[in-house]
């Protein structure tokens, strides 16, 4: 049986170098980043921190895929600078916590009515999760552009 060795010249043999212990790593890294980088690339057209995300899904894939660190640095000054413009007029700020404020509520609903689709406290749990998250993002980049003004 035969896998991939990602840092030789080509296919080893399974109980060689790389054995299956760094593969299975390799394989959760990509999973997980590539779960996240597609959450965030949803979010982009969808309420929520969407560059944000994409950040952390690049950062957790080039951990073990260095050929994507390259995107990570131009990611990150956008991420934050759009993480700052959010804070920045007293509408954009209302507007996010109203959404973050509708997350909740539509997470409740969500966990307590069973007749919306997908309704249970999957779907819930989920949606008051993304809207403490959203919270917790504005704190950050509020207390950021204070402290840079």
Not at 77 to 97: D, K, N, P, Y
Request: zero cysteines.
């Amino acid at each position: 049986m035969e896998s991939w060795r990602g840092d030789g010249p080509g296919p080893v043999r399974a109980g060689g170098a790389m054995g299956y212990g760094k593969s299975a790593k390799r394989g959760v890294v990509l999973v997980a980043g590539g779960l996240v980088l597609v959450a965030g690339v949803a979010l982009l057209v969808l309420p929520g921190p969407g560059l944000l995300l994409v950040l952390a899904g690049l950062l957790i894939l080039a951990r073990e895929f260095p050929a994507v660190d390259r995107y990570v640095e131009p990611v990150r000054e956008r991420a934050i600078q759009a993480a700052e413009e959010s804070v920045r007029s007293w509408w954009r700020l209302t507007g996010s916590v109203l959404t973050g404020l509708a997350l909740i509520g539509a997470g409740v609903a969500w966990g307590l009515v069973e007749r919306l689709p997908l309704s249970g406290w999957s779907t819930g749990s989920g949606l008051i999760l993304s809207g403490f998250i959203l919270f917790g993002l504005l704190y950050w980049s509020y207390r950021r552009v204070k402290g840079a003004g």
